[in-house]
């Protein structure tokens, strides 16, 4: 099973700052089959970022995916107040699927 | 438009089985596959498994495999979870999405299911 460790756990941030989260992999995961996704409380996960850096259809351009291998980043450029949320990557290119743990962005 | 309407909110108690539907409309259901996802109280996503609403083909993560069956009726464009053998662990949101290659960009509203004796 492929084990997806996203850092930070948590991150205090201001509205308009830049932020990246990371997720790591515990072995090498296919580009193709990598995402990002957003959950707000008491809400379902929204897809955000497939195939390591599509971005789904709607989301706003300050959202960006790169990596490959076993490292993978999720940039937010100009955080906006709607973007204080969880984050969460996951493969989907290896049986189980698997999600990170989750990065959680507050406001600072 | 894509949606998927699941079932209400279920108590249910320890040993005792839950059937969860997830009702589609707006796209030709078979087309696509319905991934289940659940989410204990203040936890993470974890992924429980797929079905292929065209054949019925299926994988499941392995700490539910052997209590959980993924079903499809395509004349009603609904699928469904069934998990037996409940634990106070199985405690969490429900979420049923619609896959695409992987990729879950339709998801359901959640169902919420409490394990308690």
């Known amino acids: 099973e492929i084990v997806l460790t996203q850092s930070p756990g948590t991150l205090s941030l201001s509205p308009g700052e830049r932020v990246t989260l990371s997720c790591r992999a515990s072995?090498?995961?296919?580009?193709?089959?990598f995402a990002w996704y957003q959950q707000k409380l008491g809400q379902a996960p929204r897809l955000l970022i497939y195939?390591?850096?599509s971005r789904a259809t709607g989301i706003p351009d300050r959202f960006s995916g790169s990596g490959s291998g076993t490292d993978f980043t999720l940039t937010i450029n100009r955080l906006e107040p709607e973007d204080f949320a969880v984050y969460y990557c996951q493969q989907y290119g290896s049986s189980p699927w698997t999600f990170g743990q989750g990065t959680r962005v507050e406001i600072k | 438009q894509v949606q998927l309407v699941q079932s209400g909110a279920e108590v249910k108690q320890p040993g005792a089985s839950l059937k969860v539907s997830c009702k589609t409309s707006g796209y030709i259901f078979t087309n696509y596959y319905i991934s289940w996802v659940r989410q204990a109280p203040g936890q993470g996503l974890e992924w429980m498994g797929w079905?292929?609403?065209?054949?019925?083909?299926?994988d499941f993560a392995r700490k539910v495999q052997g209590r959980v069956t993924l079903t499809t009726d395509a004349s009603t464009s609904t699928a469904y979870l069934e998990l037996r053998s409940l634990r106070s662990d199985d405690t969490a949101i429900y979420y049923c999405a619609r896959v695409d290659a992987g990729i879950a960009e339709y998801w359901g509203q959640g169902t919420l299911v409490t394990v308690s004796s």
């Open positions: 195939g390591s850096s």
């Open positions: 072995q090498s995961v296919s580009s193709t089959f």
């Open positions: 079905i292929s609403a065209y054949n019925g083909q299926t």
